[in-house]
């Protein structure tokens, strides 16, 4: 994807509605249209710029939902340059400043990093991590519902891993990048039903989650379905291979993953806001109108930081915890942070068929999202449906406390205690039961 320029308006413009989808464009030149608003054409003649006028997001069916209006997905758009170039600043200036334009900005990349360290495969490897949230307690309730589905954005998934190859149903690959991508390794254009993974990061998040415990401890929710959502390429740096990709390319990911049928969605990622609109923040508002439960990273730079999505209000942060149950010293803190999980040296699935360690607050998050999953199967199995503020209110009232605060600074709500949160659900449940007479 050549540079690129996101505008959100105030309002929807009639003239507009037939702009076809950026990604329908790359596949049909002949949908190409050199002209957008009179007053954003002009600017850009005024830098000497061409470009191609697409919309950011298509809707989930024939028509925009109310959620999707109510979200302003029908009012973003991605103006794509005819020629590689750099954006000029005051070209975004001048668009923010047009009355009709609610917020413009440049196609921007996010970086995240993985650092593994490979280990010889066994199924008791680790299992502090998954004793620290009382997991074989937990799954004595349920593994998992396989009508309970997942989804991971991030690097995308080793599809045939024996880990997860059970758990995958369908998945596309939305990286799409050709300006800067010299710097990207692998495959980085020409988006596609193939969320196959080239870094390991999304690999690893995913064994968390379902694994299926053949060389490695066993994941939360391993009965329950993963879509494999790619929106990071492969980027080598200072001799290490990390993640990186387009923000624009992150919000489709989200979108498709609600569209998609996804109950909860794991985010090891996040980007620190720097201007303009928030990050994600229409597909976000988009994913909670639909009662999907979003999770994320809360960062690693060990500051009090706001990084998105984990700083949205309705999206569940998660920082790490060490192996004494204290937060880690590179978790990042605030008031976004919900809870805390597991973080250093986790052992979960890699690249090639093999299995790594890692740390970050990207490992802790999949163990929250697992726990989300597991309580939506066991409501499932009980004919309830958990709403995403429910599934909030039993993990805040069931972790452990790391202090007699009811909510931390840097641990949030507290520690992961999964047997707890099920017998929480489970009392819930059976309370409901005997209230209506049902046995």
């Not at 303009?276 to 009090?304: C, F, M, W």
């Not at 726990?371 to 503020?389: F, N, P, W």
């Amino acid at each position: 994807m050549k540079n690129h320029v996101r505008i959100k308006l105030r309002r929807p413009v009639a003239a507009l509605e037939d702009l076809p989808h950026w990604q329908q464009l790359l596949g049909d030149r002949r949908l190409e249209r050199e002209r957008f608003l009179p007053d954003v054409d002009r600017i850009f003649h005024q830098h000497r710029l061409s470009f191609f006028a697409t919309r950011e997001y298509q809707p989930a069916g024939t028509n925009w939902s109310e959620e999707e209006v109510a979200s302003g997905l029908n009012r973003v758009y991605r103006l794509i340059l005819t020629r590689d170039g750099d954006i000029p600043p005051d070209l975004i200036s001048a668009i923010r400043l047009l009355p009709e334009v609610e917020d413009a900005a440049p196609g921007d990349i996010g970086q995240m990093e993985l650092n593994p360290r490979s280990a010889a495969m066994s199924a008791r490897t680790d299992r502090g991590s998954r004793e620290a949230i009382f997991l074989e307690e937990a799954q004595a309730f349920s593994q998992g519902d396989s009508d309970i589905v997942v989804a991971v954005l991030d690097t995308g998934v080793e599809l045939d891993h024996p880990e997860l190859r059970h758990a995958i149903r369908g998945g596309y690959d939305f990286v799409n990048i050709l300006d800067g991508a010299s710097e990207f390794i692998g495959d980085y254009i020409d988006a596609d039903a193939i969320a196959d993974d080239e870094v390991g990061h999304g690999t690893h998040v995913a064994g968390i989650i379902v694994g299926k415990g053949q060389g490695m401890p066993g994941g939360v929710a391993p009965r329950c379905k993963l879509i494999p959502v790619r929106v990071l390429a492969a980027m080598e740096k200072q001799g290490r291979r990390v993640g990186a990709g387009l923000i624009e390319n992150i919000n489709a990911g989200v979108k498709y993953a609600v569209d998609q049928g996804a109950h909860v969605i794991n985010m090891s990622l996040g980007v620190r806001h720097e201007g303009g609109g928030l990050p994600h923040q229409e597909v976000i508002d988009y994913a909670y109108r639909k009662g999907v439960t979003i999770v994320a990273a809360s960062g690693n730079d060990g500051l009090q930081e706001m990084y998105y999505p984990g700083a949205f209000e309705t999206v569940i942060a998660v920082g790490a915890m060490d192996a004494q149950g204290q937060v880690a010293d590179f978790s990042t803190y605030g008031d976004q942070v919900s809870f805390i999980a597991p973080g250093v040296d986790v052992y979960s699935a890699y690249l090639d068929n093999e299995y790594a360690f890692s740390t970050g607050t990207s490992h802790a998050a999949p163990f929250i999202t697992g726990a989300v999953a597991l309580l939506k199967s066991y409501a499932r199995k009980a004919g309830r449906t958990l709403s995403d503020g429910q599934i909030k209110h039993i993990l805040k009232h069931t972790s452990d406390k790391i202090d007699n605060r009811f909510k931390h600074r840097k641990a949030g709500y507290g520690r992961l205690n999964l047997a707890d949160a099920m017998r929480y659900l489970e009392f819930k449940l059976g309370q409901r039961r005997e209230r209506y007479g049902y046995h």
